[in-house]
């Protein structure tokens, strides 16, 4: 496990505690704030999801990361922008992120961003699961893409700016068209998984002609097979980086302070 991680994981279990055995409450209308926001990140392996999501982030905000496989704690902790400004935690099981979900509820001040890195994964960990209760085919899949409808409508609904990176899956449609969904175990959750977000920007790098560096794009809208949502309306079509701080100051402007982590 990463240095951070070692730090950082023992003082995150004193402030947010998981009640694995407590439903997630339905959606608070009241608690949908200005400073809310669901955003997706898609791209493929190593394009920089972590990296934006975790090294990008606005100045003094307070973020929780829930990282759920536990090779990204090394990862992350290379990328992390600020440390002091963060808590880790190494989500294991649905119950402990749906533990979390409902603490961040009862406790929507205590962060400015929430970051789960990934939903791949988590949808890997509800698979396991299942097979372990001994469910498998149609059943299976349609079982774990209830549960992370469940726990992502959730999360996007919590009152916080939420982050949330998704491998993407690029293959051919049945019409022959090239399309790009969620790398999803369950036919359903990658359907209707983007409808989820406020905010879908599909990342991308090209290699260059001259194949000694990348061209990197952040698309915002939805560009021919290529996925993108923009709720506030307030971004390009291409913003020309990955820069998380600089894309919720255009839509949402400065964070609220939040009190410094212990």
């Known amino acids: 496990m990463s240095e951070t991680a070692k730090r950082a994981l023992p003082a995150v279990k004193s402030k947010v505690q998981p009640a694995a055995a407590t439903a997630i409450p339905k959606k608070i209308n009241m608690l949908r704030m200005r400073h809310s926001f669901s955003i997706c990140l898609v ?8 990296r934006m999501a975790f090294g990008t982030t606005p100045p003094g905000s307070r973020t929780l990361g829930l990282v759920t496989e536990n090779g990204l704690m090394s990862v992350v902790d290379d990328v992390l922008a600020r440390p002091e400004d963060f ?3 190494l989500v294991k099981t649905s119950a402990e992120f749906r ?8 406790n929507p001040d205590r ?16 698979y396991t ?3 372990n209760k001994g469910m498998s085919g149609f059943g299976l899949y349609g079982k774990i893409s209830e549960d992370l409808r469940k726990l992502m409508v959730a999360f996007c609904e919590l009152p916080i700016i939420t982050v949330t990176t998704v491998l993407e899956d690029n293959h051919l449609a049945d019409d022959g068209s090239r399309k790009i969904e969620p790398r999803l175990r369950g036919r359903d959750a990658r ?5 989820w977000f406020d905010e879908v920007f599909h990342m991308n790098k090209i290699l260059d002609e001259g194949e000694t560096s990348f061209t990197y794009s952040l698309y915002t809208a939805k560009n021919g097979f290529l996925p ?3 709720r506030s309306g307030k971004l390009e079509i291409c913003e020309p980086e990955f820069n998380l701080a600089a894309l919720l100051e255009k839509m949402v402007g400065k964070l609220p302070e939040r009190p410094p982590l212990a």
Not at 100 to 105: A, G, K, S, T
């Open 87 to 89: 808590d880790m935690r």
């Open 228 to 230: 993108g949502k923009d």
């Open 129 to 131: 699961e299942c097979v």
């Open 99 to 106: 533990g979390i979900v409902n603490w961040l509820y009862q």
């Open 111 to 126: 962060f400015n961003i929430v970051v789960l890195d990934s939903a791949t994964a988590l949808m890997n960990i509800l």
């Open 191 to 195: 359907g209707e998984f983007f409808a």
């Open 43 to 50: 791209g493929d392996s190593g394009v920089g999801k972590t």
